[in-house]
């Protein structure tokens, strides 16, 4: 047993090395399988039997090889799904048994835009931030990473988001402040597996560091890693000939409760229509060249969209 924990654990470093190393599209399959681990391990989501056994099957099919099967399943289902849960399911599964990297990261994407409040809305932001992690961005990924933390508070998701925010302030060569981030990410328990030796690891980094910095670091806030997001060009909405829309729902209720969550974040939401389907959106805007600056903007803070011409 000793000498096959200690295979183990070297067959784990031998991994994290070659992990370095790979290209991004082999990297997404390492994210994609230990995403499907992690889903496994939480609590099933409330979405329907027919959709949990069809995504089921859709696995079993990757398993044995028939990975084009799975994913004209998995297509069908997305296509098909009767409400949001079985949609940000379908979504989720898509992408995490995705061929492509640019495939995988869509539908992450459209899953927080689409159904925010889906139970895999955590997820894939995680999965979001790690890609950003994987191509050398950390800016870019802490956006994700904070979002999981600040929006799903003691989720499955947090500790691990905690830890990334750490990483990548490690990436950045900000070893003070991600010595901070460790303590944050400890105090909300850092799983057990690869994450554990990873914390472990950047723990020795944070022995060396002066305990003058990492109390400085702990007093300082971060600098924001995006810009505000800008004021509507055009204050009066009926000067406003475009808007960035975030999501769209079938319930004023869900929609309602999308927009206070994105006006938390700073950004200026509201929800449109009197009728399903009900739109969030953001700003108004005289011209679509401002409307799309503006949507670059809330991009960089990982938040997705699109240009919407407003219904005089």
């Known amino acids: 047993m000793r000498d096959a ?3 183990g654990g070297m067959m784990r470093r031998v991994s994290q090395r070659a992990s370095r190393c790979a290209v991004l599209g082999a990297a997404l399959a390492a994210v994609s399988i230990a995403g499907a681990g992690d889903a496994q391990a939480q609590a099933a989501p409330a979405v329907s039997a ?6 089921s099957r859709a696995r079993a099919l990757v398993d044995s090889g028939s990975g084009s099967d799975a994913r004209n399943v998995l297509d069908s289902l997305v296509g098909a799904a009767a409400n949001a849960n079985d949609l940000g399911e379908a979504l989720f599964w898509r992408a995490a048994l995705a061929e492509r990297i640019g495939d995988a990261e869509r539908d ?3 899953l927080i835009i689409e159904v925010p409040l889906s139970p895999r809305g955590s997820d894939a932001l995680v999965r979001l931030g790690e890609l950003e992690m994987l191509r050398g961005h950390p800016v870019e990924a802490r956006t994700y990473f904070s979002r999981v933390v600040r929006e799903y508070p003691g989720g499955a998701g947090t500790a691990r988001s905690q830890l990334w925010i750490a990483k990548s302030y490690a990436a950045q060569r900000d070893l003070p402040r991600a010595c901070v981030a460790l303590v944050d990410a400890a105090a909300t328990g850092v799983p057990e597996g690869e994450l554990r030796l990873q914390a472990e690891e950047l723990g020795r980094q944070c022995a060396t560091v002066d305990k003058a910095l990492i109390a400085k670091a702990s007093e300082v806030p971060a600098k924001p890693t995006t810009k505000p997001t800008t ?5 009066v909405p009926g000067n406003g000939k475009f808007s960035v829309q975030l999501a769209a729902y079938d319930t004023r209720a869900e929609a ?14 509201r929800v449109d229509g009197d009728v399903k389907p009900f739109r969030v959106r953001a700003g108004y805007y005289e011209t679509r060249a401002a409307a799309s600056a503006a949507l670059a903007t809330l991009k960089k803070r990982g938040q997705t969209g699109f240009i919407a011409e407003i219904a005089k």
Do not use: F, L, N, Y
């Open 256 to 269: 309602d409760a999308s927009a206070k969550r994105m006006v938390s974040r700073g950004i200026d939401a």
């Open 5 to 7: 924990h200690a295979e």
């Open 108 to 110: 992450w994407k459209r």
């Open 50 to 55: 027919a959709m949990d056994r069809a995504i």
């Open 231 to 235: 004021k509507p060009t055009a204050a």
